[in-house]
């Protein structure tokens, strides 16, 4: 009898075992998927609870602080903060010699405890992403009903072994706040996503027809005039009717300073960028001299309805390309040299992103004044022009001591000599600006528009066009053109999030859920390591993660049985 009950004792006790190691292996979910990992022998789990100290004391302070806000934003606890002799830690050290990738990390859980090593601060930062990742994550009932783990249990991370590196030095997301303006706690909130996927640069598109957005203190009418509209179209372009509501917003400069300052405590570089010649209107409004028109009215596209006055120069209040763009006269050019005066300062980034794209031709060719222009300066047409304008503001802008970044249409007319290359209209300028000897990064609508409709029974109002996540994950920022000697020029990727139709916080994560997670795998990860099935399988996880963070996502979206009909405009 003692036998057979000593035996079921055994087996339940195996049993329990057995399910608390597939609870610690299904708990290991995480995106990017490391380079390495491995399960040691002895399998078990550390907890983390209000007594784990983060050790040595006084160094890493911006981590530290994330991790410990993450852990009382999300599991309502904290972390105790100095060394205390005997107590369980995690461990960060920093150990180039170590750990020699580039932003690499390792990271080691056993029962002393959580060892990262970096090969920089950055490196640590990434390990401590990834710790965040092996906590668990309540269920989504439980999420839902609001309830948190208590402290005293504290969160189960299983015994695990990692070594990491990312694949991209550019791991990139863009937020156009010019169509809507986010406000500085939701672009923080934006960049917090970013960090958590391991990315590493914010493109902040702060200049639009719809507004502009940043405070220029040499010219106030910039924000006073220009960082607000008299309404908005309804609906998808060119809309049925106008909101008759007037918004919009900037951001002053300190604020962009502490911005910058959040991002850099992320290791995520800011990419400011200011859009010349075209997509001008707002500037435009404020400042009409900065048009070769300056007495005509701000044009209106067919079938829009308009908001207030209908004379003179304003703000847009419908989406597209139009054709009042910067004149490219000597006002114009000690204008935009002020504002970037002012910009530079502000961003400690190497690039000062000029836009560069959608610059219409109309104005310029039937301006008497450009005309000449072209022919003083012996330029061959208006793509001439707009090279000469880019080249005159690369000068300026590498003058002091800064690069440019621009769409792929300044490659039209002939590539400013120092410039780097945003390829958004498919991958050929990319490649072309790559063959040049040119630095790229990649953002081809064709996989990374994140404001494409993503579900086809999502009924929700997007630009159009259909970009779902598994098409997001098979993309490959090398292409095959470039494999061999040009690789290198291909500096990474980044996900766009244009703003037309997204006006909302929770519209905004909808759009960048799931897809910005499959686009952190394919920037960091290695290239032999990506694999749909397995990302798959790890998205479930991600899911409960975003319900965690209190993000809005839609598990909808990346259902292969989503093949209704094409997304409604
Ligand atoms: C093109 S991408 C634009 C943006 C629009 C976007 C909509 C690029 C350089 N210009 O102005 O918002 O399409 O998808």
Redesign the pocket.
């Known amino acids: 009898m003692k036998q057979i009950k000593n035996k079921i004792r055994k087996i339940i006790c195996l049993a329990m075992t057995a399910a608390i190691l597939h609870n610690a292996n299904a708990q290991v979910n995480i995106i990017p998927r490391p380079v390495e990992m491995t399960m040691p022998q002895t399998e078990g789990t550390f907890q983390i609870n209000s007594k784990t100290i983060i050790s040595p004391d006084g160094v890493f302070g911006n981590t530290r602080i994330f991790l410990s806000d993450y852990l009382k934003k999300c599991y309502g606890f904290d972390v105790m903060a100095g060394k205390t002799a005997g107590v369980p830690a995690i461990e960060l050290r920093l150990d180039k010699a170590k750990v020699t990738h580039t932003d690499g990390y390792t990271l080691a859980v056993d029962k002393a405890g959580v060892h990262i090593t970096g090969n920089s601060e950055a490196g640590i930062f990434y390990g401590i992403q990834t710790l965040i990742q092996l906590l668990p994550v309540p269920d989504s009932a439980s999420l839902a009903s609001g309830q948190k783990p208590a402290a005293k249990e504290g969160l189960a991370v299983p015994y695990i072994s990692i070594n990491d590196y990312p694949r991209f030095a550019y791991r990139g997301m863009h937020l156009?706040v010019g169509?809507h303006f986010f406000t500085v706690a939701e672009v923080k909130k934006y960049i917090d996503y970013i960090a958590l996927h391991k990315m590493n640069r914010f493109h902040w598109h702060l200049t639009?027809d719809q507004g502009w957005r940043i405070e220029i203190k040499k010219y106030p009418r910039l924000t006073q005039v220009g960082a607000y509209r008299d309404g908005t179209i309804i609906g998808h372009f060119p809309g049925k009717g106008n909101d008759n509501t007037r918004s919009g917003g900037f951001y002053t400069q300190a604020q962009v300073k502490e911005v910058v300052a959040y991002a850099a405590d992320r290791y995520i570089t800011v990419v400011p960028e200011i859009e010349m010649p075209g997509?001008a209107s707002a500037a435009i409004a404020a400042y009409p001299e900065l048009s070769c028109f300056p007495n005509e009215n701000t044009p209106r596209p067919r079938g829009t309805v308009w908001s207030g006055d209908t004379t003179g120069k304003h703000v847009q209040q419908t989406w597209g390309v139009f054709p009042d763009v910067f004149c490219p006269s000597e006002k114009t050019f000690s204008f935009l040299q002020d504002v970037l005066d002012e910009v530079i300062p502000l961003f400690p980034s190497k690039y000062i992103h000029i836009g560069g794209?959608?610059c219409p031709k109309d104005n310029w060719k039937r301006s008497e004044f450009c005309q000449q222009l072209i022919r003083d300066k012996g330029l061959k047409d208006e793509h001439g022009l707009q090279s000469y304008f880019i080249q005159r503001i690369e000068k300026y802008v590498n003058g002091k001591g800064r690069s440019i970044i621009g769409?792929d249409e300044i490659l039209e007319g002939g590539l400013a000599p120092n410039a780097t290359v945003m390829s958004?209209r498919g991958e050929q300028g990319g490649i072309a600006a790559a063959q040049q000897k040119h630095d790229v990064v990649m953002t081809p609508?064709t996989y990374v528009?994140i404001?494409y409709s993503q579900s086809r029974v999502d009924d929700s109002l997007t630009?159009g066009g259909y970009l779902p996540i598994q098409k997001v994950y098979s993309y490959e920022p090398i292409a095959p053109a470039l494999v061999g000697e040009s690789e290198k020029y291909i500096l990474g990727a980044q996900g766009?999030l244009?703003t037309?139709y997204v006006a909302t916080m929770s519209k905004l994560e909808y759009m960048i859920f799931p897809r910005m997670t499959a686009l952190s795998e394919v920037l960091w990860s290695p290239r032999e390591a990506k694999d749909w099935n397995s990302f798959q399988s790890r998205l479930g996880m991600q899911f409960r993660r975003y319900q965690l963070w209190g993000a809005s996502a839609s598990r909808a979206v990346y259902d292969p049985r989503s093949t209704g009909p094409a997304p409604q405009k």
Do not use: K, M
Request: hydrophobic letters at 25%.
């Open positions: 156009d169509r639009d997509h794209d959608e769409w958004w609508t528009y404001d630009i766009n244009w037309e």
